[in-house]
């Protein structure tokens, strides 16, 4: 299972902050050995989808019984899941305010 924790989506945030600062030579083209920002986005976007489908399963079979989870697992799961849901959904925000910012620009 393939699940994010609060640490790990951090890192990848800060990450793609450090990648996106411009360097000393900003005319220098892009390191094409770098990480690939779509693949970075893609596995953080699945693993968000992991945590909620498994955070979603834990509390279909607390509710049903048929899980040896306690009450605090669920909620926790829960919680994460939650977290890293509203962490991509700023991300998404950010990225489209600096798409419409790069739009508005005068050329």
């Known amino acids: 299972m393939n699940t994010i924790t609060n ?3 951090l890192s ?3 990450t793609m902050g450090q990648e996106l600062r411009p360097t000393e030579s900003a005319a220098q083209p892009a390191n094409p050995e770098g990480p690939d920002f779509s693949a970075m986005l893609k596995t953080t976007i699945n693993a968000v989808n992991d945590a909620q489908k ?3 399963e834990l509390k279909t ?3 049903n019984g048929t899980t040896d989870k306690s009450l605090a697992e669920v909620m926790i799961a829960s919680q994460k899941a939650n977290l890293s849901f509203r962490a991509v959904t700023e991300v ?3 990225l489209i305010t600096a798409y ?3 739009m ?3 050329v």
């Open 7 to 9: 640490e790990h989506l």
């Open 92 to 94: 998404r925000n950010k």
């Open 104 to 106: 508005n620009m005068p």
């Open 54 to 56: 498994y955070s979603s």
């Open 100 to 102: 419409q910012d790069i």
């Open 61 to 63: 079979g607390f509710e």
């Open 12 to 14: 990848q945030i800060r």
